[in-house]
């Protein structure tokens, strides 16, 4: 089995509703999405996944959150835009794109600091 992963990031604020703290008020991150595949076998030139390719797909979705304010975005214009709910955002989009290509996706990562992050996967 071959685990692949890409990462990128993306600057944005946010606030979190009903949230009794500081994470209530306006706020901002520079998130980190780390995105990992599986794949069973390699195509014919040695390669399970293009690099490329799925960093393009993350990036699409993630061009959507750079620089706003999230609370303003669709989904979290309805859904908090915690860690967990951007994380499955992001794993559901993913998703759909993923479609086609011979690679299951295994977990989302969604870091709002070095320390904090979450990873999302259905099961």
Known sequence: MYRIS????FDAAHFLR???GKCEALHGHRFRAVVKVKASRLNDIGIACDFVELKRYLGDILSRFDHTCLNDVPPFDKINPSSENIASTIYNELQT????????LSCV????SPQSGVAYSPD
């Open 97 to 104: 794109r993923l479609a086609g290509v011979p690679v299951s």
């Open 18 to 20: 009903g949230y009794q």
């Open 6 to 9: 890409v990462e990128q990031h």
């Open 109 to 112: 990562e969604v870091w709002e």
